[in-house]
């Protein structure tokens, strides 16, 4: 009987020890997990505070266009004074700082017929080039259902404007929030819209420089040859928003 119960002891007390190693090895996987994420976190920098317009500036100038103002925690180009195909005292603007290899991820919604765009790899320089476009690739941001641009092949939303059209199509109608990603890394261009991936290609190759000398850019200087830049949000003239912008350089 008595070896009965130390037997019953020592397998309860095996038992005890397995079970704290289980508990201890899950909170160390807990742990790291935290750690990773946190890290990971830690790796995303936000571009857009969700209250002011710091860290962007109009392109060429030293601070961000009246018509740009902060919207219900949304970055809003009013484009109710117009001014030819922009808008008075709004015109695109810019990060503080370039960025080469990234992943981009915003939300972005558009009046209906609006118009507008990310730019991305600008070279700001007013000396020798006008327009954020003059040297930067966009991602194109447009109300397809209303927007004469939509009835252009490759000038959807989605597209890289003028280059490669997207595919699926998933934007959402004007007035409703799309989440995209622009990512970039070592020449490898992906483009995400509303959790699908919408496009893919390959910049700087021989097939590149032959889709940009088939465009309306084969004229501008050095275009698409650009390895860093800044980002830039288009002002094209028409109502548009845009929040939850961060990125990450990879």
């Not at 002891?9 to 990773?36: K, Y």
């Not at 962007?56 to 001014?83: E, I």
């Not at 032959?210 to 288009?234: H, Y």
Request: proline fraction near 2%.
């Amino acid at each position: 009987m008595k070896k009965h119960i130390l037997s019953v002891l020592a397998l309860a007390a095996l038992f005890s020890c397995q079970s704290g190693n289980t508990e201890n090895e899950a909170a160390a996987t807990e742990a790291e997990t935290t750690e990773n994420s946190a890290t990971d976190n830690e790796e995303w920098v936000s571009l857009f505070d969700g209250e002011t317009t710091n860290g962007w500036h109009t392109y060429g100038k030293d601070s961000v266009g009246r018509a740009w103002v902060v919207d219900d925690g949304a970055l809003h180009l009013d484009a109710s004074n117009k001014k030819d195909w922009q808008t008075s005292d709004g015109g695109d603007i810019v990060t503080e700082e370039t960025y080469d290899n990234f992943h981009l991820q915003l939300e972005w919604k558009v009046a209906k017929n609006g118009n507008s765009g990310i730019i991305f790899y600008v070279q700001e320089d007013t000396a020798q080039y006008d327009y954020t476009w003059n040297t930067g690739l966009e991602m194109q941001v447009l109300d397809n259902e209303g927007h004469p641009d939509a009835k252009i092949h490759k000038h959807r939303a989605g597209d890289l404007y003028d280059l490669i059209a997207s595919s699926p199509e998933t934007v959402k109608p004007a007035g409703e929030w799309n989440q995209v990603e622009i990512i970039s890394n070592n020449g490898q261009l992906v483009f995400h819209q509303n959790g699908q991936k919408v496009l893919e290609t390959t910049l700087w190759d021989d097939n590149w420089r032959e889709l940009v000398a088939n465009s309306k850019f084969a004229d501008m200087p050095n275009w698409g040859t650009f390895r860093s830049g800044k980002i830039a949000l288009q002002d094209h003239g028409d109502n548009v928003w845009y929040r939850n912008i961060r990125i990450k350089r990879l």
